[in-house]
């Protein structure tokens, strides 16, 4: 069994900072790559930041310069440190985790969390 917990999400004003957290837990060999997705009413889920096995970091175009994904490989998770926080970013953001299970490579998803950026 494995899941993806997620904390932090919460409501912000313009400007500010939030940090999201997703640690991956049960029985899985390996991670191949962490990230998060966010999806605004009316649009389509997107990706805002991924880190893979290997350290490399993608980014969305809107979110570069304001965000940082990280990793904790001991405890298996990703944070996403969100600066200069602007009302486009309010979402809900998923974890996505891409992991080795017994013998196959799936996905898992977190629950979500809302991220609200309003004065």
């Known amino acids: 069994q494995v899941q993806l917990v997620e904390s932090g999400g919460g409501l912000v004003q313009p400007g500010g900072s939030l940090r999201l957290s997703c640690a991956a837990s049960?029985?899985?060999?390996?991670?191949?790559?962490m990230g998060w997705y966010r999806q605004a009413p009316g649009k389509q889920r997107e990706l805002v930041a991924v880190i893979n096995s290997g350290g490399r970091t993608n980014y969305a175009d809107s979110v570069k310069g304001r965000f940082t994904i990280s990793r904790d490989n001991a405890k298996n998770t990703v944070y996403l440190q969100m600066n200069s926080l602007k009302p486009e970013d309010t979402a809900v953001y998923y974890c996505?985790?891409?992991?080795?299970?017994?013998?196959?490579?799936?996905?898992?998803w977190g629950q979500g969390t809302q991220v609200t950026v309003s004065s």
């Open positions: 996505n985790a891409d992991l080795l299970v017994d013998t196959m490579r799936r996905t898992y």
């Open positions: 049960g029985r899985f060999f390996s991670i191949y790559a």
